[in-house]
């Protein structure tokens, strides 16, 4: 069934017996859980940090040996930025679990 909108249409929204809601064909996959999305990836850029980290320290023992590898990673590096997330949410569309 469709939910019928003000103007009498129901543009493509459809609300089905079992709660599951549908926007035009659904070819897209269902909405993003915003809050899981946010920490998985805070958890990745954490990760991110570590592993820059790790590495520059590396590349600058290693430039005893090699000159030049700290120049390197840092070429290899620079202009590089992590994620910045925190608009990742419009709050202006929100949806929950299944009631029922």
């Known amino acids: 069934m469709g939910i019928q909108l003000i103007d009498g ?4 929204i459809t609300i089905s017996s079992a709660g599951t809601t549908q926007i035009n064909d659904g070819s897209f996959g269902g909405l993003a859980k915003t809050q899981v999305l946010q920490e998985q990836l805070n958890n990745t850029n954490a990760y991110i940090t570590a592993l820059y980290t790790a590495c520059s320290g590396l590349a600058a023992a290693l430039d005893a040996l090699a ?5 390197a990673f840092n070429s290899a590096t ?5 994620g910045d997330y925190s608009q990742i949410e419009n709050s202006d ?7 029922g």
């Open 9 to 12: 249409s129901t543009n493509g």
């Open 78 to 82: 620079a202009g590089q930025t992590l």
């Open 67 to 71: 000159p030049g590898a700290l120049a």
């Open 93 to 99: 569309v929100t949806h929950g679990p299944k009631s």
